[in-house]
């Protein structure tokens, strides 16, 4: 039997009211704030990703889909959403517009990770970019927006997690301050943090291992090592979020897994679920543009995981309402009253009203039983007493209530019913 691949998983008919409930909540947050929805294509060029991600980021080095096209070119499946949309934003001009420029998107990302609980080989991404500014009050409008989010889903309980790992100024500074502390620790720390120390010795502070991450616990902070521009930055941002009356915590840890971030770094996260769990994550990227052949551009985001999302609100057992169902089954006896039938299931479709014909070859009580496992609030029955009459009965499933109504009016008379609904 064929099965998903591993690591990818379908979105059943029963999940589809979670989707629709992220989105449409995601959406109507976006035009609240004036962002405009932008979609990039699902490949592109690997090296968009290698220059923009950063080559020693686990990402580059572990996860990706890459291939060879038929055309020769190095492709790569989207990995994560930010490089695409500086991508957009300076080949078609973008720049020549009102600044800042306001972005959001959906989008699948694909990731060779191990699976695991709202992890995905194939995920789903909601995120939002901002570039064309550099003021700390557009991060805390960022930062605003995701906490709005998760406020407007009805998810309570969560973390938010705020730290600044400075820019190209102060940053080589502070990583030869990391060094020096882990100088005589690295022997006794994971494979990884041992390259890390060599490649990229801010992610030595983001490892999982439960040893290195002790080690990480006690490091410097970089806060404690911006220069006079970032510290100025991280000060207001402190100042705005305590104006606006969000919860935060500073985590001096907190550096995130791609190399494009600058100053601001931040993680929203369900209290006691540890960092694997984290539903909403972004930053400040002031350099990917220019890494990308650009102008000088600021540039700040976020994205929320789906999955993770639904998975946090299915924990919280949070009411989301019901999808509307099916309206109404039309059932009939008979090939003359199946003509009739089609007919008229057609005619509610054009009015706007869902509905199905019954299975073929059921008896009523069948066509019933099915009306009511399907869950649909009425029954419109064409049976040979109403084809004499050319008339239709409209029964209430719920009630058990019925009424025989004329055919030219059944559409009428099942939209004032369902209105009252």
Not at 7 to 13: F, H, M, R, V, Y
Not at 204 to 209: F, P, V
Not at 386 to 415: A, H, P, W
């Given at each position: 039997?064929?099965?998903?691949?591993?690591?990818?998983?379908?979105?059943?008919?029963?999940?589809?009211?979670?989707?629709?409930?992220?989105?449409?909540?995601?959406?109507?947050?976006?035009?609240?704030?004036?962002?405009?929805?932008?979609?990039?294509?699902?490949?592109?060029?690997?090296?968009?990703?290698?220059?923009?991600?950063?080559?020693?980021?686990?990402?580059?080095?572990?996860?990706?889909?890459?291939?060879?096209?038929?055309?020769?070119?190095?492709?790569?499946?989207?990995?994560?959403?930010?490089?695409?949309?500086?991508?957009?934003?300076?080949?078609?001009?973008?720049?020549?517009?009102?600044?800042?420029?306001?972005?959001?998107?959906?989008?699948?990302?694909?990731?060779?990770?191990?699976?695991?609980?709202?992890?995905?080989?194939?995920?789903?991404?909601?995120?939002?970019?901002?570039?064309?500014?550099?003021?700390?009050?557009?991060?805390?409008?960022?930062?605003?927006?995701?906490?709005?989010?998760?406020?407007?889903?009805?998810?309570?309980?969560?973390?938010?997690?705020?730290?600044?790992?400075?820019?190209?100024?102060?940053?080589?500074?502070?990583?030869?301050?990391?060094?020096?502390?882990?100088?005589?620790?690295?022997?006794?720390?994971?494979?990884?943090?041992?390259?890390?120390?060599?490649?990229?010795?801010?992610?030595?502070?983001?490892?999982?291992?439960?040893?290195?991450?002790?080690?990480?616990?006690?490091?410097?902070?970089?806060?404690?090592?911006?220069?006079?521009?970032?510290?100025?930055?991280?000060?207001?941002?402190?100042?705005?979020?305590?104006?606006?009356?969000?919860?935060?915590?500073?985590?001096?840890?907190?550096?995130?897994?791609?190399?494009?971030?600058?100053?601001?770094?931040?993680?929203?996260?369900?209290?006691?679920?540890?960092?694997?769990?984290?539903?909403?994550?972004?930053?400040?990227?002031?350099?990917?543009?220019?890494?990308?052949?650009?102008?000088?551009?600021?540039?700040?985001?976020?994205?929320?995981?789906?999955?993770?999302?639904?998975?946090?609100?299915?924990?919280?057992?949070?009411?989301?309402?019901?999808?509307?169902?099916?309206?109404?089954?039309?059932?009939?006896?008979?090939?003359?009253?199946?003509?009739?039938?089609?007919?008229?299931?057609?005619v509610l479709h054009r009015k706007g009203i869902s509905a199905v014909i019954a299975p073929d070859g059921k008896s009523l009580?069948?066509?019933?039983?099915?009306?009511?496992?399907?869950?649909?609030?009425?029954?419109?029955?064409?049976?040979?007493?109403?084809?004499?009459?050319?008339?239709?009965?409209?029964?209430?499933?719920?009630?058990?209530?019925?009424?025989?109504?004329?055919?030219?009016?059944?559409?009428?008379?099942?939209?004032?019913?369902?209105?009252?609904?």
């Open positions: 039997m064929y099965r998903a691949p591993r690591g990818t998983t379908d979105i059943l008919p029963e999940e589809q009211k979670y989707w629709s409930y992220v989105r449409f909540t995601a959406e109507k947050i976006c035009k609240n704030y004036g962002y405009s929805r932008l979609d990039t294509p699902i490949f592109e060029q690997t090296d968009l990703f290698v220059r923009g991600v950063g080559e020693v980021t686990d990402i580059v080095e572990k996860e990706m889909y890459s291939f060879l096209d038929r055309g020769g070119d190095y492709l790569t499946l989207r990995p994560e959403g930010t490089a695409s949309v500086c991508r957009a934003y300076l080949e078609h001009g973008m720049h020549n517009l009102p600044q800042p420029v306001r972005l959001f998107y959906f989008s699948p990302t694909f990731r060779y990770e191990r699976p695991q609980a709202g992890r995905f080989r194939q995920h789903h991404q909601f995120g939002v970019e901002v570039l064309g500014e550099s003021d700390a009050s557009i991060d805390v409008e960022i930062i605003d927006m995701a906490w709005r989010f998760m406020n407007n889903l009805g998810l309570n309980d969560l973390n938010l997690l705020i730290n600044s790992i400075g820019d190209k100024e102060c940053r080589p500074n502070y990583l030869s301050v990391l060094k020096a502390y882990y100088e005589d620790k690295i022997g006794n720390m994971c494979k990884d943090c041992k390259q890390r120390m060599i490649r990229n010795p801010l992610r030595l502070l983001d490892c999982k291992q439960d040893f290195c991450s002790l080690i990480a616990a006690n490091a410097p902070r970089s806060i404690d090592c911006l220069c006079i521009a970032c510290l100025e930055h991280w000060e207001n941002l402190v100042c705005y979020l305590t104006k606006l009356e969000i919860p935060f915590t500073i985590e001096p840890r907190l550096v995130r897994g791609l190399d494009y971030y600058t100053r601001t770094v931040f993680e929203i996260q369900p209290q006691d679920a540890g960092s694997q769990s984290t539903i909403c994550a972004g930053g400040r990227y002031d350099g990917l543009i220019e890494e990308l052949r650009g102008q000088t551009t600021p540039g700040i985001g976020f994205a929320a995981g789906i999955e993770r999302i639904i998975l946090a609100l299915k924990n919280q057992n949070v009411d989301i309402g019901n999808e509307e169902g099916i309206r109404a089954v039309v059932a009939y006896m008979g090939e003359e009253a199946k003509e009739k039938a089609l007919i008229l299931t057609s009580r069948a066509q019933m039983r099915y009306a009511n496992n399907i869950g649909a609030a009425y029954a419109v029955v064409i049976g040979e007493e109403e084809l004499k009459n050319d008339t239709v009965v409209i029964r209430d499933m719920n009630l058990g209530d019925q009424r025989n109504v004329k055919f030219g009016s059944v559409e009428y008379e099942l939209g004032v019913i369902l209105d009252k609904d």
